[in-house]
């Protein structure tokens, strides 16, 4: 569910657009000299099949570096966590901003994150509140709120001298996290190990 939270908004009404499982995930980054802490990205996409305006058909959404505690992935539950960012710090375009929005074919920031995990867990699936100020250009903003069950996808680790990339140093940084058991086999990006998580975790 994506809805705007201000009744007078004069944005298009949302309820058209429907979540797609397959481009939305939770995933998770630790770094390697720093392991005891998860940083969580959300990224959401959304289709609206039924609009009238071509252009308007695909929304997305991500927010990053969003810390939850020390605690493993099934405890993620009922935790949440606030991130706001300086103007001088975010553009709608650039596209590493710790967050991007993208609607009715414009690049906006979401700033005051505030997400909630409400609900869950089925499996790796979780249900997630997230209401955000999506800005084109300055603040306020638009306030939005999104309500969606996103799977997690994926856990890496980064090192940050490349030749210190190593696939047995990244399954002990990911011990402290989760079973090793619930992995798939891992991909190396320059500093980046990648940990497919399995679909059929319990």
């Known amino acids: 569910m994506l809805r705007f939270l201000d009744p007078d908004s004069q944005h298009e009404d949302l309820s058209g657009y429907v979540l797609d499982p397959d481009e939305s995930e939770l995933t998770g980054l630790i770094l390697h000299d720093q392991p005891e802490i998860v940083l969580w990205t959300i990224h959401l996409e959304w289709l609206d099949e039924g609009t009238d305006e071509s252009s308007f058909e695909d929304a997305w959404g991500e927010v990053s570096h969003l810390v939850f505690g020390e605690s493993g992935w099934r405890d993620l539950v009922g935790k949440e966590t606030r991130v706001a960012y300086e103007e001088k710090d975010v553009h709608p375009i650039l596209p590493d901003n ?17 997400v909630r995990i409400i609900t869950g867990r089925d499996g790796r699936n979780f249900t997630l509140n997230w209401t ?4 084109s250009s300055r603040p306020p903003g638009e306030p939005l709120e999104i309500v969606e069950t996103v799977a ?7 090192f940050a001298d490349e030749s210190a990339v190593d696939l047995a140093a990244a399954r002990r940084v990911l011990k402290r996290h989760l079973a090793l058991s619930e992995l798939g086999k891992p991909t190396v990006s320059r500093k980046w190990v990648n940990f497919p998580v399995r679909p059929r975790v319990k």
Request: aromatic share 22%; hydrophobic share 30%; with cysteine.
């Open 98 to 114: 710790p967050a991007n929005f993208y609607l009715f074919c414009t690049h906006y920031v979401p700033n005051q994150n505030h």
């Open 132 to 135: 955000c100020r999506i800005e």
């Open 152 to 158: 997690f996808k994926e856990m890496s680790v980064y």
